[in-house]
């Protein structure tokens, strides 16, 4: 609570950049599984797709990552 304008920017330059920083991702974080139902009631089988597809590619990340081959 910031009684001037004054005090209000000496309180902000009291917060460290990298908390700063981090509020950004962590609103993004909070909001991604109301996006993916919204995104899954307008379009399931693209978002199936996508999701297919992205265990697909960490599938394939996960094997190359190990050396062995991957599972039938």
């Known amino acids: 609570m910031a009684e001037s304008e004054e005090s209000l920017l000496h309180q902000l330059r009291q917060v460290p950049l990298t908390d700063y920083q981090v509020r950004p991702l962590r609103l993004v974080e909070a909001e991604a599984p109301r996006q993916f139902l ?3 009631h307008r379009d399931p089988l693209r978002t199936r ?3 297919v ?3 697909a590619a960490r599938r394939a990340e996960l094997t190359a990552n190990t050396g ?3 599972p039938k």
């Open 68 to 70: 062995l081959p991957p």
């Open 38 to 40: 919204r995104r899954l």
């Open 53 to 55: 597809d992205q265990h």
């Open 49 to 51: 797709r996508h999701l």
